[in-house]
């Protein structure tokens, strides 16, 4: 009886995260095109190669031709980011303050904290549809390619999955 009563609590969870998890599997399925926001040891040139020999997804290098973003962080600087490039660009009187200074000073990425963590963010909703942490071992060429390859060969696989 405690079996059956295990069961229908299982079921139930499962069935009450589904739909999110379908709905995440719908979003990753739906990106096509994605355009790569500067990252730490120039991965995001290395990341940018994989995937186009691969053919996991297009890279596209105007952003507006993007169904998502990869980047290294979240937060304020990524939403600053976002922003910057796809909103209106302001006129430059709108940009500066009463004392002449800029109004909207650029925020700076703190990637210290972030090496080896990419997302992959949906350009509309701004939803993580993807993410993945890869820790390097250093910040050499070799070692941003090797980071790249095992960063496309699971996205690969995740797309494929669902």
């Known amino acids: 009886m405690e ?5 229908r ?3 139930a969870a499962a069935l009450a995260i589904s ?12 990106i096509k095109t994605v355009y790569i926001l500067p990252m730490p040891g ?7 190669m994989r995937l186009t020999i691969g ?19 979240t937060g304020a600087a990524f939403e600053q980011r976002m922003t910057e490039l796809y909103a209106q660009k302001p006129k430059a009187s709108d940009t500066k303050d ?18 080896g963590m990419v997302f992959l963010v949906d350009r509309k909703s701004h939803d993580v549809v993807w993410s993945m942490y890869v820790k390097p071992k250093n910040m050499a060429p070799d ?5 790249a390859e095992k ?9 494929k999955e669902k």
């Open 42 to 48: 120039n991965l995001d040139q290395f990341l940018a």
């Open 151 to 159: 960063i496309s060969q699971q996205l690969s696989k995740d797309v």
């Open 19 to 30: 739909p999110s998890w379908a709905a995440a599997a719908a979003s990753l399925t739906s």
């Open 98 to 115: 009463a004392d002449g200074k800029d109004a909207n000073p650029p925020l700076v990425a703190s990637y210290g904290r972030t090496k």
């Open 9 to 11: 609590l299982a079921v």
């Open 3 to 7: 079996f059956m009563r295990i069961s």
């Open 143 to 147: 070692e941003m390619a090797r980071l």
């Open 55 to 73: 053919s996991i997804l297009q890279v596209v290098t105007d952003p507006a031709k993007a169904d998502a973003i990869f980047t290294p962080q």
